[in-house]
Protein backbone atom coordinates (compact mmCIF):
# COMPACT_ATOMS: atom_id res chain seq x y z
CA UNK A 1 0.00 0.00 0.00
CA UNK A 2 1.84 3.02 -0.95
CA UNK A 3 1.33 6.10 1.23
CA UNK A 4 -0.21 8.52 -1.48
CA UNK A 5 -2.80 6.74 -1.42
CA UNK A 6 -3.61 6.93 2.27
CA UNK A 7 -4.84 10.72 1.72
CA UNK A 8 -8.16 11.51 0.76
CA UNK A 9 -8.69 14.06 -1.24
CA UNK A 10 -12.35 14.91 -2.25
CA UNK A 11 -12.68 13.99 -6.10
CA UNK A 12 -13.88 17.25 -7.65
CA UNK A 13 -16.97 15.25 -9.13
CA UNK A 14 -17.60 13.66 -5.71
CA UNK A 15 -18.04 17.26 -4.29
CA UNK A 16 -19.70 18.83 -6.96
CA UNK A 17 -22.01 15.94 -6.87
CA UNK A 18 -23.04 16.57 -3.26
CA UNK A 19 -23.30 20.35 -3.71
CA UNK A 20 -25.90 20.06 -6.39
CA UNK A 21 -28.01 17.08 -4.01
CA UNK A 22 -27.64 19.92 -1.34
CA UNK A 23 -28.94 22.68 -3.75
CA UNK A 24 -31.43 20.62 -5.94
CA UNK A 25 -32.87 19.66 -2.87
CA UNK A 26 -33.48 22.53 -1.21
CA UNK A 27 -34.72 24.22 -3.99
CA UNK A 28 -37.14 21.18 -4.70
CA UNK A 29 -38.35 21.43 -0.88
CA UNK A 30 -38.80 25.18 -1.42
CA UNK A 31 -40.76 24.73 -3.51
CA UNK A 32 -43.20 21.64 -2.58
CA UNK A 33 -43.02 23.36 1.43
CA UNK A 34 -44.56 26.80 -1.03
CA UNK A 35 -47.31 24.31 -2.42
CA UNK A 36 -48.08 23.24 1.13
CA UNK A 37 -48.10 26.47 3.21
CA UNK A 38 -51.34 25.80 4.56
CA UNK A 39 -50.17 22.37 6.14
CA UNK A 40 -46.99 23.32 8.77
CA UNK A 41 -47.29 19.56 10.21
CA UNK A 42 -46.74 17.83 6.58
CA UNK A 43 -43.52 20.21 6.28
CA UNK A 44 -42.18 19.95 10.25
CA UNK A 45 -42.98 16.29 10.10
CA UNK A 46 -41.04 16.03 6.81
CA UNK A 47 -38.11 17.59 8.55
CA UNK A 48 -38.00 15.43 11.39
CA UNK A 49 -38.16 12.23 9.94
CA UNK A 50 -35.54 13.11 7.50
CA UNK A 51 -33.36 14.42 9.84
CA UNK A 52 -33.60 11.55 12.06
CA UNK A 53 -33.03 9.54 9.65
CA UNK A 54 -29.82 10.84 8.89
CA UNK A 55 -28.30 11.54 12.53
CA UNK A 56 -29.45 7.92 13.37
CA UNK A 57 -27.14 6.86 10.28
CA UNK A 58 -24.48 8.73 11.88
CA UNK A 59 -25.20 7.60 15.37
CA UNK A 60 -25.58 3.82 14.46
CA UNK A 61 -22.16 4.09 12.04
CA UNK A 62 -20.57 4.87 15.46
CA UNK A 63 -22.51 1.90 16.89
CA UNK A 64 -20.77 -0.12 14.06
CA UNK A 65 -17.81 1.06 15.17
CA UNK A 66 -18.15 0.51 18.52
CA UNK A 67 -19.23 -3.10 18.35
CA UNK A 68 -16.11 -4.27 16.32
CA UNK A 69 -13.72 -2.63 18.81
CA UNK A 70 -15.75 -4.34 21.86
CA UNK A 71 -15.58 -7.54 20.05
CA UNK A 72 -12.12 -7.24 17.92
CA UNK A 73 -13.63 -7.38 14.54
CA UNK A 74 -10.35 -7.14 12.94
CA UNK A 75 -11.96 -7.60 9.63
CA UNK A 76 -13.43 -3.78 9.56
CA UNK A 77 -9.66 -2.22 10.45
CA UNK A 78 -8.46 -1.02 6.78
CA UNK A 79 -12.08 0.83 6.30
CA UNK A 80 -12.31 2.05 9.39
CA UNK A 81 -12.00 5.35 8.87
CA UNK A 82 -15.34 5.62 6.78
CA UNK A 83 -17.57 4.57 9.88
CA UNK A 84 -15.24 6.72 11.70
CA UNK A 85 -16.09 9.85 9.07
CA UNK A 86 -20.16 8.74 9.05
CA UNK A 87 -20.48 9.15 12.74
CA UNK A 88 -18.98 12.74 12.87
CA UNK A 89 -22.20 13.87 11.06
CA UNK A 90 -23.81 13.30 14.49
CA UNK A 91 -23.28 16.80 16.09
CA UNK A 92 -24.44 18.80 13.13
CA UNK A 93 -27.29 16.47 12.89
CA UNK A 94 -28.56 17.13 16.98
CA UNK A 95 -28.14 20.20 16.21
CA UNK A 96 -30.45 20.73 13.57
CA UNK A 97 -32.63 18.23 15.66
CA UNK A 98 -33.15 20.32 18.83
CA UNK A 99 -33.79 23.59 16.33
CA UNK A 100 -36.74 21.30 14.10
CA UNK A 101 -38.02 19.66 17.85
CA UNK A 102 -37.88 23.32 19.20
CA UNK A 103 -39.89 25.29 16.49
CA UNK A 104 -42.17 22.17 15.16
CA UNK A 105 -43.14 20.72 18.70
CA UNK A 106 -46.55 22.11 18.48
CA UNK A 107 -46.75 20.80 14.58
CA UNK A 108 -45.51 17.58 15.09
CA UNK A 109 -46.56 16.21 18.46
CA UNK A 110 -50.40 16.02 19.58
CA UNK A 111 -49.14 15.87 23.09
CA UNK A 112 -47.70 19.02 23.32
CA UNK A 113 -50.93 20.60 23.31
CA UNK A 114 -51.69 22.17 26.56
CA UNK A 115 -55.53 21.78 26.40
CA UNK A 116 -55.05 18.06 26.49
CA UNK A 117 -54.23 18.56 30.21
CA UNK A 118 -56.78 20.49 31.71
CA UNK A 119 -59.71 18.36 33.74
CA UNK A 120 -62.18 20.66 33.18
CA UNK A 121 -61.64 21.56 29.18
CA UNK A 122 -63.19 19.68 26.60
CA UNK A 123 -60.36 18.25 25.34
CA UNK A 124 -59.42 16.53 27.99
CA UNK A 125 -57.21 13.12 27.57
CA UNK A 126 -56.97 11.03 30.73
CA UNK A 127 -54.64 8.62 28.94
CA UNK A 128 -51.76 11.40 28.22
CA UNK A 129 -52.40 12.86 31.86
CA UNK A 130 -51.20 9.85 33.23
CA UNK A 131 -48.13 9.83 30.83
CA UNK A 132 -47.55 13.68 31.36
CA UNK A 133 -44.68 13.22 34.03
CA UNK A 134 -42.46 11.54 31.23
CA UNK A 135 -44.46 13.03 27.71
CA UNK A 136 -43.94 16.86 29.00
CA UNK A 137 -42.04 19.05 27.25
CA UNK A 138 -39.57 20.43 29.76
CA UNK A 139 -38.18 16.97 30.11
CA UNK A 140 -38.44 16.20 26.55
CA UNK A 141 -36.14 19.04 25.74
CA UNK A 142 -33.99 17.77 28.46
CA UNK A 143 -33.48 14.20 26.86
CA UNK A 144 -32.90 15.20 23.82
CA UNK A 145 -30.44 17.66 24.90
CA UNK A 146 -28.85 15.05 26.64
CA UNK A 147 -28.81 12.17 23.93
CA UNK A 148 -27.08 14.68 21.47
CA UNK A 149 -24.77 15.96 24.14
CA UNK A 150 -23.72 12.49 25.40
CA UNK A 151 -23.43 10.94 21.67
CA UNK A 152 -21.40 13.88 20.75
CA UNK A 153 -18.79 13.64 23.74
CA UNK A 154 -18.51 10.09 23.48
CA UNK A 155 -18.34 10.32 19.24
CA UNK A 156 -15.34 12.96 19.98
CA UNK A 157 -13.71 10.38 22.11
CA UNK A 158 -13.61 7.42 19.90
CA UNK A 159 -12.32 9.75 17.29
CA UNK A 160 -9.76 11.69 18.76
CA UNK A 161 -8.04 8.15 20.20
CA UNK A 162 -8.17 6.83 16.34
CA UNK A 163 -6.55 10.51 15.39
CA UNK A 164 -4.02 10.18 18.29
CA UNK A 165 -3.10 6.55 17.27
CA UNK A 166 -1.91 7.95 13.39
CA UNK A 167 0.39 10.31 15.72
CA UNK A 168 1.86 7.94 17.78
CA UNK A 169 3.06 4.89 16.08
CA UNK A 170 4.39 3.48 19.34
CA UNK A 171 0.66 3.59 21.23
CA UNK A 172 -1.38 2.02 18.94
CA UNK A 173 -2.03 -0.95 21.09
CA UNK A 174 -2.77 0.89 24.44
CA UNK A 175 -5.09 3.62 22.13
CA UNK A 176 -6.86 0.55 21.23
CA UNK A 177 -7.29 -0.51 24.62
CA UNK A 178 -8.58 2.39 26.13
CA UNK A 179 -11.20 3.05 22.73
CA UNK A 180 -12.36 -0.31 23.86
CA UNK A 181 -14.08 1.37 27.11
CA UNK A 182 -14.73 4.42 25.36
CA UNK A 183 -16.74 1.85 22.86
CA UNK A 184 -18.36 -0.45 25.77
CA UNK A 185 -19.76 2.95 27.14
CA UNK A 186 -20.92 4.15 23.99
CA UNK A 187 -22.30 1.02 23.62
CA UNK A 188 -24.62 0.87 26.88
CA UNK A 189 -25.58 4.41 25.80
CA UNK A 190 -26.87 3.69 22.63
CA UNK A 191 -28.95 0.87 23.97
CA UNK A 192 -31.13 2.25 26.21
CA UNK A 193 -30.79 5.74 24.00
CA UNK A 194 -31.81 4.17 20.65
CA UNK A 195 -34.82 2.91 22.80
CA UNK A 196 -36.07 6.53 24.32
CA UNK A 197 -34.92 8.72 21.93
CA UNK A 198 -37.04 6.60 19.30
CA UNK A 199 -39.92 6.92 21.67
CA UNK A 200 -39.73 10.38 22.19
CA UNK A 201 -39.18 11.55 18.90
CA UNK A 202 -41.20 8.85 16.29
CA UNK A 203 -43.45 6.54 19.14
CA UNK A 204 -45.18 9.85 20.97
CA UNK A 205 -46.31 11.32 17.58
CA UNK A 206 -49.07 9.16 18.32
CA UNK A 207 -49.15 9.49 21.86
CA UNK A 208 -51.50 6.97 23.02
CA UNK A 209 -49.88 4.12 21.23
CA UNK A 210 -46.78 1.95 22.44
CA UNK A 211 -44.95 -0.73 21.04
CA UNK A 212 -42.14 -1.88 23.37
CA UNK A 213 -39.60 -3.29 20.73
CA UNK A 214 -40.18 0.06 18.77
CA UNK A 215 -36.36 1.31 19.47
CA UNK A 216 -34.99 -2.59 18.55
CA UNK A 217 -37.03 -1.74 15.22
CA UNK A 218 -35.92 1.29 14.21
CA UNK A 219 -31.95 0.32 15.63
CA UNK A 220 -32.10 -2.80 12.85
CA UNK A 221 -33.51 -0.28 10.82
CA UNK A 222 -30.81 1.97 10.88
CA UNK A 223 -28.36 -0.40 11.11
CA UNK A 224 -28.80 -1.98 8.18
CA UNK A 225 -29.15 1.45 6.11
CA UNK A 226 -25.64 2.19 7.65
CA UNK A 227 -24.55 -1.22 6.26
CA UNK A 228 -25.63 -0.36 2.44
CA UNK A 229 -24.13 3.28 3.26
CA UNK A 230 -20.78 1.76 3.55
CA UNK A 231 -21.34 -0.51 1.07
CA UNK A 232 -21.69 2.09 -1.83
CA UNK A 233 -19.10 4.18 -0.30
CA UNK A 234 -16.69 1.53 -0.22
CA UNK A 235 -17.14 0.86 -3.52
CA UNK A 236 -17.03 4.24 -4.62
CA UNK A 237 -13.90 4.44 -2.80
CA UNK A 238 -11.99 1.37 -3.96
CA UNK A 239 -13.31 2.49 -7.65
CA UNK A 240 -11.25 5.50 -6.97
CA UNK A 241 -8.19 4.08 -6.61
CA UNK A 242 -8.01 3.88 -2.50
CA UNK A 243 -8.46 1.35 -0.15
CA UNK A 244 -7.00 -1.38 -2.61
CA UNK A 245 -6.41 -3.34 0.18
CA UNK A 246 -9.93 -4.40 0.21
CA UNK A 247 -11.12 -7.43 -1.46
CA UNK A 248 -14.24 -9.63 -2.41
CA UNK A 249 -13.59 -11.31 1.41
CA UNK A 250 -14.67 -7.52 2.82
CA UNK A 251 -17.63 -7.10 0.63
CA UNK A 252 -18.45 -10.20 1.13
CA UNK A 253 -18.93 -9.61 4.61
CA UNK A 254 -20.55 -6.58 4.75
CA UNK A 255 -23.19 -7.84 1.95
CA UNK A 256 -24.01 -10.70 4.54
CA UNK A 257 -24.61 -7.98 7.14
CA UNK A 258 -26.88 -6.21 4.37
CA UNK A 259 -28.75 -9.78 4.07
CA UNK A 260 -28.92 -10.47 7.69
CA UNK A 261 -29.87 -7.77 9.31
CA UNK A 262 -32.50 -6.96 6.34
CA UNK A 263 -33.57 -10.29 7.98
CA UNK A 264 -33.23 -8.98 11.27
CA UNK A 265 -35.88 -6.28 9.97
CA UNK A 266 -38.29 -8.55 8.73
CA UNK A 267 -38.43 -10.46 12.10
CA UNK A 268 -38.86 -6.79 14.21
CA UNK A 269 -41.50 -5.79 12.16
CA UNK A 270 -43.23 -9.47 11.71
CA UNK A 271 -42.83 -9.54 15.44
CA UNK A 272 -44.32 -6.20 16.37
CA UNK A 273 -47.18 -6.88 14.11
CA UNK A 274 -47.97 -10.16 14.91
CA UNK A 275 -48.20 -9.71 18.76
CA UNK A 276 -49.97 -6.44 18.03
CA UNK A 277 -52.66 -8.60 15.74
CA UNK A 278 -52.86 -11.36 18.07
CA UNK A 279 -53.63 -10.08 21.11
CA UNK A 280 -55.82 -7.16 19.46
CA UNK A 281 -56.08 -4.46 22.10
CA UNK A 282 -57.41 -1.24 20.74
CA UNK A 283 -54.82 1.01 21.57
CA UNK A 284 -51.94 -1.16 20.02
CA UNK A 285 -54.14 -1.95 16.88
CA UNK A 286 -54.69 1.11 16.31
CA UNK A 287 -51.24 1.84 14.64
CA UNK A 288 -51.65 -0.95 12.24
CA UNK A 289 -55.08 -0.40 11.57
CA UNK A 290 -54.68 3.39 10.47
CA UNK A 291 -52.06 2.03 8.10
CA UNK A 292 -53.35 -0.59 6.53
CA UNK A 293 -57.14 1.03 6.33
CA UNK A 294 -55.50 4.46 4.69
CA UNK A 295 -51.80 3.29 4.03
CA UNK A 296 -51.87 -0.39 2.73
CA UNK A 297 -49.40 0.08 -0.49
CA UNK A 298 -47.34 2.26 1.84
CA UNK A 299 -47.02 -0.16 4.29
CA UNK A 300 -46.49 -3.88 2.35
CA UNK A 301 -44.16 -2.00 -0.04
CA UNK A 302 -41.80 -0.82 2.96
CA UNK A 303 -41.92 -4.89 3.34
CA UNK A 304 -41.13 -5.88 0.04
CA UNK A 305 -38.37 -3.50 -0.56
CA UNK A 306 -36.83 -4.27 2.81
CA UNK A 307 -37.21 -7.30 3.34
CA UNK A 308 -38.38 -9.28 0.31
CA UNK A 309 -36.13 -7.80 -2.35
CA UNK A 310 -32.75 -7.38 -0.41
CA UNK A 311 -33.74 -11.28 0.72
CA UNK A 312 -33.95 -12.57 -2.95
CA UNK A 313 -31.30 -10.23 -4.66
CA UNK A 314 -28.07 -11.07 -1.52
CA UNK A 315 -29.00 -14.83 -0.97
CA UNK A 316 -26.32 -15.89 -3.55
CA UNK A 317 -22.54 -15.91 -2.77
CA UNK A 318 -22.15 -14.60 -5.94
CA UNK A 319 -24.13 -11.62 -5.73
CA UNK A 320 -22.07 -10.62 -3.02
CA UNK A 321 -18.78 -11.18 -4.54
CA UNK A 322 -19.29 -10.33 -8.15
CA UNK A 323 -16.70 -7.38 -9.30
CA UNK A 324 -18.99 -5.53 -10.95
CA UNK A 325 -21.13 -5.29 -7.81
CA UNK A 326 -24.22 -4.23 -9.80
CA UNK A 327 -26.64 -6.25 -7.68
CA UNK A 328 -25.03 -5.15 -4.76
CA UNK A 329 -25.71 -1.17 -5.93
CA UNK A 330 -29.17 -2.11 -6.56
CA UNK A 331 -29.77 -4.01 -3.43
CA UNK A 332 -27.82 -1.15 -1.50
CA UNK A 333 -30.02 1.44 -2.70
CA UNK A 334 -33.13 -0.31 -2.27
CA UNK A 335 -32.31 -0.87 1.03
CA UNK A 336 -31.65 3.03 1.68
CA UNK A 337 -34.74 4.03 -0.26
CA UNK A 338 -37.48 1.51 1.85
CA UNK A 339 -35.96 1.91 4.70
CA UNK A 340 -36.55 5.93 4.31
CA UNK A 341 -39.91 4.64 3.49
CA UNK A 342 -40.09 3.51 6.44
CA UNK A 343 -39.33 6.29 8.54
CA UNK A 344 -42.19 8.41 6.33
CA UNK A 345 -44.46 5.93 7.17
CA UNK A 346 -43.36 5.47 11.29
CA UNK A 347 -43.90 9.41 11.25
CA UNK A 348 -46.07 11.09 8.78
CA UNK A 349 -49.68 9.38 8.72
CA UNK A 350 -49.96 9.73 12.07
CA UNK A 351 -48.78 13.59 12.81
CA UNK A 352 -51.33 14.26 9.39
CA UNK A 353 -54.38 11.95 11.33
CA UNK A 354 -53.43 13.63 14.71
CA UNK A 355 -53.59 17.33 13.71
CA UNK A 356 -56.55 16.72 11.32
CA UNK A 357 -58.88 15.03 13.54
CA UNK A 358 -57.57 15.06 17.00
CA UNK A 359 -56.65 11.55 16.95
CA UNK A 360 -55.83 9.17 14.87
CA UNK A 361 -58.03 6.49 16.04
CA UNK A 362 -61.28 8.51 15.67
CA UNK A 363 -60.52 8.38 11.92
CA UNK A 364 -62.67 5.42 10.44
CA UNK A 365 -63.82 5.14 6.85
CA UNK A 366 -60.88 8.67 6.43
CA UNK A 367 -59.00 7.57 3.20
CA UNK A 368 -55.40 9.85 3.25
CA UNK A 369 -53.59 9.37 0.20
CA UNK A 370 -49.91 9.00 0.45
CA UNK A 371 -47.79 12.30 0.07
CA UNK A 372 -44.82 12.00 -0.78
CA UNK A 373 -44.25 14.98 -3.52
CA UNK A 374 -41.82 17.18 -4.03
CA UNK A 375 -40.99 18.80 -0.45
CA UNK A 376 -40.27 15.21 0.82
CA UNK A 377 -37.70 14.38 -2.08
CA UNK A 378 -36.42 17.23 -1.90
CA UNK A 379 -35.17 17.34 1.66
CA UNK A 380 -34.34 13.43 0.89
CA UNK A 381 -32.11 14.82 -1.56
CA UNK A 382 -31.11 17.69 0.54
CA UNK A 383 -30.14 15.57 3.36
CA UNK A 384 -27.77 13.31 1.77
CA UNK A 385 -26.29 16.30 0.12
CA UNK A 386 -25.29 17.41 3.49
CA UNK A 387 -24.27 14.09 4.79
CA UNK A 388 -22.20 13.10 2.17
CA UNK A 389 -20.29 16.46 2.05
CA UNK A 390 -19.87 16.66 5.94
CA UNK A 391 -18.53 12.80 5.22
CA UNK A 392 -16.22 13.35 2.36
CA UNK A 393 -14.70 16.57 4.38
CA UNK A 394 -13.69 13.98 7.76
CA UNK A 395 -12.71 11.50 5.54
CA UNK A 396 -10.54 14.05 3.55
CA UNK A 397 -9.04 15.34 7.03
CA UNK A 398 -6.95 12.43 8.64
CA UNK A 399 -5.17 9.59 6.94
CA UNK A 400 -7.88 7.14 5.47
CA UNK A 401 -6.11 4.01 7.06
CA UNK A 402 -5.13 3.73 10.13
CA UNK A 403 -1.85 2.93 10.22
CA UNK A 404 -0.94 1.98 13.50
CA UNK A 405 -4.09 0.02 14.56
CA UNK A 406 -3.18 -3.55 15.83
CA UNK A 407 -5.84 -5.38 13.84
CA UNK A 408 -4.43 -3.61 10.52
CA UNK A 409 -2.87 -7.13 9.50
CA UNK A 410 -5.30 -8.76 10.09
CA UNK A 411 -7.79 -6.97 8.08
CA UNK A 412 -5.60 -7.09 5.41
CA UNK A 413 -5.18 -10.93 5.28
CA UNK A 414 -8.64 -11.11 5.83
CA UNK A 415 -10.30 -13.93 4.80
CA UNK A 416 -14.02 -15.34 5.02
CA UNK B 1 -10.70 -54.37 -4.80
CA UNK B 2 -8.15 -52.44 -2.51
CA UNK B 3 -8.16 -48.30 -3.32
CA UNK B 4 -4.16 -46.85 -3.23
CA UNK B 5 -3.43 -43.17 -1.71
CA UNK B 6 -0.60 -41.50 -1.42
CA UNK B 7 -0.57 -39.40 1.28
CA UNK B 8 1.58 -36.83 2.61
CA UNK B 9 1.28 -35.72 6.62
CA UNK B 10 1.79 -32.40 7.70
CA UNK B 11 1.66 -30.55 11.03
CA UNK B 12 0.88 -27.10 10.42
CA UNK B 13 -1.98 -25.42 8.20
CA UNK B 14 0.05 -22.74 7.43
CA UNK B 15 2.70 -24.81 5.69
CA UNK B 16 -0.52 -27.38 4.24
CA UNK B 17 -1.68 -24.48 2.34
CA UNK B 18 1.57 -23.58 0.84
CA UNK B 19 1.94 -27.02 0.07
CA UNK B 20 -0.83 -27.14 -1.97
CA UNK B 21 -0.43 -24.36 -3.73
CA UNK B 22 3.12 -25.68 -4.73
CA UNK B 23 2.10 -29.29 -5.71
CA UNK B 24 -0.64 -27.63 -7.67
CA UNK B 25 1.64 -25.10 -9.21
CA UNK B 26 3.58 -28.41 -10.36
CA UNK B 27 0.58 -29.60 -12.39
CA UNK B 28 -0.22 -32.08 -9.75
CA UNK B 29 -4.54 -32.21 -8.37
CA UNK B 30 -4.71 -33.47 -4.85
CA UNK B 31 -7.45 -35.52 -4.41
CA UNK B 32 -8.46 -34.92 -1.24
CA UNK B 33 -6.94 -32.77 2.09
CA UNK B 34 -8.31 -33.82 5.18
CA UNK B 35 -7.74 -31.06 8.58
CA UNK B 36 -8.91 -31.56 11.94
CA UNK B 37 -10.59 -28.11 11.68
CA UNK B 38 -11.63 -25.50 8.79
CA UNK B 39 -8.56 -24.21 7.09
CA UNK B 40 -9.60 -20.78 5.47
CA UNK B 41 -8.63 -20.65 1.84
CA UNK B 42 -7.95 -24.22 1.59
CA UNK B 43 -10.87 -24.98 -0.63
CA UNK B 44 -9.77 -22.23 -3.07
CA UNK B 45 -6.21 -23.52 -3.19
CA UNK B 46 -7.14 -26.81 -4.11
CA UNK B 47 -9.35 -25.31 -7.21
CA UNK B 48 -12.36 -26.54 -6.02
CA UNK B 49 -15.97 -25.83 -7.25
CA UNK B 50 -18.13 -23.83 -5.16
CA UNK B 51 -20.26 -26.22 -3.33
CA UNK B 52 -24.09 -26.54 -4.33
CA UNK B 53 -24.95 -27.51 -0.48
CA UNK B 54 -26.65 -23.95 -0.54
CA UNK B 55 -28.56 -24.33 -3.02
CA UNK B 56 -30.16 -27.65 -2.16
CA UNK B 57 -30.65 -26.17 0.98
CA UNK B 58 -32.83 -23.36 0.01
CA UNK B 59 -34.63 -25.56 -2.37
CA UNK B 60 -35.52 -27.63 0.69
CA UNK B 61 -36.16 -24.33 2.54
CA UNK B 62 -38.97 -23.67 0.15
CA UNK B 63 -40.55 -26.99 -0.12
CA UNK B 64 -40.73 -26.65 3.73
CA UNK B 65 -42.37 -22.96 3.73
CA UNK B 66 -44.67 -24.30 0.59
CA UNK B 67 -45.89 -27.40 2.80
CA UNK B 68 -46.45 -25.60 6.05
CA UNK B 69 -48.46 -22.78 4.28
CA UNK B 70 -50.46 -25.38 2.36
CA UNK B 71 -50.94 -27.57 5.40
CA UNK B 72 -52.49 -24.92 7.57
CA UNK B 73 -54.18 -23.47 4.88
CA UNK B 74 -55.85 -26.58 4.73
CA UNK B 75 -56.13 -27.57 7.94
CA UNK B 76 -56.91 -23.74 9.81
CA UNK B 77 -60.12 -23.20 6.44
CA UNK B 78 -61.08 -26.11 5.35
CA UNK B 79 -60.33 -29.65 7.35
CA UNK B 80 -60.90 -28.47 10.70
CA UNK B 81 -62.01 -24.82 11.65
CA UNK B 82 -62.26 -23.52 15.10
CA UNK B 83 -62.74 -20.04 15.96
CA UNK B 84 -59.35 -18.71 17.75
CA UNK B 85 -59.50 -15.06 19.54
CA UNK B 86 -62.20 -14.24 17.17
CA UNK B 87 -59.72 -14.32 13.80
CA UNK B 88 -60.89 -15.45 10.55
CA UNK B 89 -60.03 -18.61 9.41
CA UNK B 90 -57.29 -18.11 7.02
CA UNK B 91 -55.14 -16.17 9.28
CA UNK B 92 -51.66 -15.43 7.16
CA UNK B 93 -49.85 -13.54 10.11
CA UNK B 94 -50.47 -16.51 12.40
CA UNK B 95 -49.00 -18.62 9.89
CA UNK B 96 -45.47 -17.04 10.51
CA UNK B 97 -43.60 -18.64 12.91
CA UNK B 98 -44.77 -22.34 11.77
CA UNK B 99 -43.66 -21.27 8.25
CA UNK B 100 -40.43 -20.35 9.36
CA UNK B 101 -40.00 -23.54 11.71
CA UNK B 102 -40.50 -25.53 8.92
CA UNK B 103 -38.59 -23.74 6.50
CA UNK B 104 -35.31 -24.25 8.84
CA UNK B 105 -36.30 -27.69 10.03
CA UNK B 106 -36.61 -28.91 6.04
CA UNK B 107 -33.54 -27.07 4.92
CA UNK B 108 -31.34 -28.32 7.29
CA UNK B 109 -32.49 -32.24 7.57
CA UNK B 110 -32.28 -32.13 3.71
CA UNK B 111 -29.04 -30.73 3.77
CA UNK B 112 -27.64 -32.80 6.37
CA UNK B 113 -29.15 -36.12 4.52
CA UNK B 114 -27.72 -34.79 1.12
CA UNK B 115 -24.40 -34.28 2.59
CA UNK B 116 -24.23 -37.28 4.03
CA UNK B 117 -25.07 -39.36 0.59
CA UNK B 118 -22.95 -36.99 -0.94
CA UNK B 119 -19.88 -38.08 0.53
CA UNK B 120 -20.40 -41.78 1.02
CA UNK B 121 -21.77 -41.81 4.86
CA UNK B 122 -23.64 -44.45 5.80
CA UNK B 123 -25.28 -45.56 8.92
CA UNK B 124 -24.76 -49.18 7.27
CA UNK B 125 -21.06 -49.43 8.17
CA UNK B 126 -17.98 -47.84 10.03
CA UNK B 127 -16.61 -44.53 8.66
CA UNK B 128 -12.72 -46.18 6.79
CA UNK B 129 -10.45 -42.91 8.01
CA UNK B 130 -7.43 -42.65 6.06
CA UNK B 131 -5.33 -41.16 8.68
CA UNK B 132 -6.67 -41.37 12.25
CA UNK B 133 -4.66 -38.32 13.25
CA UNK B 134 -6.67 -36.20 10.98
CA UNK B 135 -9.42 -36.04 13.76
CA UNK B 136 -6.25 -34.75 16.02
CA UNK B 137 -3.65 -32.21 15.20
CA UNK B 138 -2.53 -33.60 11.83
CA UNK B 139 -3.52 -32.13 8.40
CA UNK B 140 -3.70 -34.95 5.01
CA UNK B 141 -3.25 -34.13 1.60
CA UNK B 142 -4.10 -37.57 -0.47
CA UNK B 143 -3.41 -38.42 -3.68
CA UNK B 144 -5.04 -41.62 -6.13
CA UNK B 145 -2.82 -43.78 -7.44
CA UNK B 146 -5.54 -44.77 -9.92
CA UNK B 147 -4.96 -41.43 -11.07
CA UNK B 148 -1.18 -41.19 -10.79
CA UNK B 149 0.21 -44.79 -11.14
CA UNK B 150 3.00 -43.78 -13.12
CA UNK B 151 6.27 -44.71 -11.12
CA UNK B 152 7.79 -40.84 -12.11
CA UNK B 153 4.89 -39.46 -10.85
CA UNK B 154 4.74 -41.02 -7.75
CA UNK B 155 8.53 -40.04 -7.21
CA UNK B 156 7.80 -36.68 -8.60
CA UNK B 157 5.01 -36.15 -5.86
CA UNK B 158 6.50 -37.70 -3.28
CA UNK B 159 9.54 -35.15 -3.58
CA UNK B 160 7.01 -32.53 -3.85
CA UNK B 161 5.33 -33.59 -0.51
CA UNK B 162 8.55 -33.55 1.56
CA UNK B 163 9.98 -30.31 -0.35
CA UNK B 164 7.23 -28.62 0.90
CA UNK B 165 7.52 -29.42 4.54
CA UNK B 166 5.69 -33.07 5.19
CA UNK B 167 6.93 -34.86 8.11
CA UNK B 168 5.79 -38.13 6.65
CA UNK B 169 4.77 -39.88 3.06
CA UNK B 170 3.23 -42.85 2.93
CA UNK B 171 1.05 -44.87 0.60
CA UNK B 172 -2.43 -46.32 2.25
CA UNK B 173 -4.92 -49.10 1.11
CA UNK B 174 -8.47 -48.54 1.34
CA UNK B 175 -11.22 -50.69 1.11
CA UNK B 176 -13.35 -48.24 0.15
CA UNK B 177 -12.97 -45.24 -2.28
CA UNK B 178 -12.88 -41.80 -0.95
CA UNK B 179 -15.50 -39.57 -2.90
CA UNK B 180 -14.17 -37.58 -5.42
CA UNK B 181 -14.49 -33.64 -5.00
CA UNK B 182 -15.28 -32.05 -8.07
CA UNK B 183 -12.62 -29.34 -9.22
CA UNK B 184 -13.22 -26.03 -11.40
CA UNK B 185 -14.01 -26.69 -15.05
CA UNK B 186 -10.43 -24.46 -15.80
CA UNK B 187 -8.87 -26.06 -12.84
CA UNK B 188 -8.96 -22.86 -10.68
CA UNK B 189 -6.87 -19.79 -10.96
CA UNK B 190 -3.72 -21.21 -8.36
CA UNK B 191 -3.89 -18.95 -5.74
CA UNK B 192 -1.20 -17.69 -3.60
CA UNK B 193 -2.13 -18.27 -0.19
CA UNK B 194 -1.96 -15.49 2.64
CA UNK B 195 0.79 -15.04 4.98
CA UNK B 196 -0.88 -14.72 8.37
Not at chain 1, 289 to 304: A, S
Not at chain 1, 345 to 368: C, D, S, V, Y
Not at chain 2, 39 to 55: F, I, K, P, S, Y
Request: charged share 15%; proline share 3%.
Amino acid sequence: MSTANNTFTIPGKARNFSFILLIAGIVLAAIGAAMNLDNPTRLWTGLLYNNIFFLMLGLVAALFLSAHIVGYGGWVTLFRRVPEAMMLYVPVGGILMLLILYFGLHHIYHWSDPELYNPNGPHYDAILDGKRAFLNPGFFFIRALSYILIWSGLIWLLRRNSIQSDLNPSQGVQLYQSSKYIAAIFIVVYAVTSSTSSWDWIMSIQPHWYSTLFGWYNFISMFVTCNAVMMLILIFLTRNGYLQGITNEHFHDLGKFMFGFSVAWAYLFYSQFMLIWYANIPEETMYFKYRIDNYPLLMWLCVVLNFVTPFFLLITRNAKRDNSRRIMIAAAIIIIFGHWLDFYQMTMPGALANMAHGAAEETHGHHEVVRIGLYEIGLLLAYAGLFTYIFLYNLSRQSLISVNHPFLKESRVYHT
Amino acid sequence: MKHKYLVGVYNDDDVLLDAVTQVRKEGYQMHEVFTPFPVHGLDEAMGLQDTRLHTIGFVFGAIGTLFALTAMSYIMSIDWKVIVGGKPFFSFPAYGPISFELTVLFASVGMTVVYYIRNGFSVLRDAEILDPRITDDKFVMAFCLKKYHEEADITKITGLLKQSGAEEVYVKEMENELEANLIKKDGGVIVESHHH
